[in-house]
């Protein structure tokens, strides 16, 4: 008999970012990945992406935090973490032991704040590559969000740049005017990797108390609702752009991750879902693999950008 022949690639190469395959956890929904270890094997997905790390542990906002939509899920949890030094310490030694890259989520209240972390997650053995999470609040420009402002992502951006050799990822909030100036000024300054978007601003209210359901009023809003507008957004950058990009925004299945990658993205992050269902990113990998045999696509990496365009 002759050996069976190999199935299609999924491997994926963002600059110097290796991954077995491209579906990732997005930040804020596994916890700091070990969370999923009693769910779901770990190894079988691309990377796990951490929880907002911050330099000292953080609370976060008061409840309600977390609020059901029609299409997904309101959040305000107020970047609670339990600090850097303790993901360190006591997180990453574990995450080390599984096959899959470790990807450190951070962000700062302060320009400087940023470069410490990088420069903190430099000298540990296991991170892959550092995301900046640049839609908080930069208080030395009185709460200003950095994401929102080009040359403040810029600062950001080479401040972590200049601390680090891994691979830095910008993480882009929809939350702006024009999406593809945010993402030129994070290029240019040093950045190897941009993953978007972050949730948009949304609100929900509870008419019989007539108040917001979450305490903080506004949240940030995930899920299915959003997932057209963040392929939108992710096919803009594309075009603006020629750095390896990692799409995000309400993935629930292998096809939703296709319309991101033929859209440009050479790799996914699944959140919301995990809520419900927290293996769903083993799943989702498996199912572009089927996609992949299913057209006679031997390597994933072929399909990124290759949307086609309409009939004329």
């Known amino acids: 008999m002759s050996p069976a022949a190999p199935g299609p690639s ?26 999923l270890l009693p769910h779901a094997d770990i190894s ?7 929880k907002s790390l911050s330099l000292k542990p953080r609370e976060g906002n008061p409840p309600t935090r977390l609020a059901e939509t029609a299409c997904g899920m309101l959040n305000s949890i107020g970047l609670q973490n339990i600090g850097v030094q303790a993901f360190l310490d006591d997180k ?43 839609s908080c609040p930069n208080t030395a420009r009185g709460g200003v969000e950095f994401g929102v402002d080009p040359e403040a992502t810029a600062r950001v951006t080479a401040a972590v740049r200049a601390a680090t050799r891994r691979p830095v990822i910008v993480k ?9 100036v945010i993402a030129r000024a994070a290029a240019d300054a040093g950045a190897d990797i941009l993953s978007l978007v972050n949730t948009f601003f949304g609100m929900s209210i509870d008419v019989e108390r007539r108040r917001a359901v979450l305490s903080s009023g506004s949240g940030g809003l995930s899920g299915p609702a959003i997932r057209p507008m963040a392929v939108h957004l992710l096919h803009r950058v594309a075009s603006a752009v ?3 990009l990692i799409g995000i925004g309400g993935i629930r299945s292998g096809c939703d991750a296709l319309e991101f990658i033929l859209a440009g993205a050479s790799a996914v992050e699944v959140g919301t879902v995990t809520f419900t269902e927290p293996a769903a990113g083993l799943r989702i990998a498996r199912e572009i693999g089927d996609y992949c045999a299913r057209q006679g696509v031997g390597r994933l990496a072929s399909l990124v950008g290759a949307l086609r365009a309409a009939p004329g």
Do not use: Q
């Open 44 to 50: 079988g997905l691309g990377g796990i992406v951490t």
């Open 172 to 180: 882009l909030s929809p939350n702006v005017t024009d999406i593809t």
């Open 92 to 134: 990453l030694p574990n995450l080390r032991r599984h096959d899959t890259a470790i990807i450190a989520n951070i962000f700062g209240e302060t320009v400087e704040e940023f470069g410490e972390l990088a420069r903190r997650l430099e000298a540990a053995d296991g991170v892959a590559a550092i995301e900046l999470n640049i």
């Open 10 to 35: 999924l491997e994926m190469t963002l600059g110097g970012l290796r991954l077995k395959n491209p579906v990732l956890t997005a930040s804020g929904t596994s916890g700091y990945g070990v969370d």
């Open 242 to 244: 020629k750095l390896p």
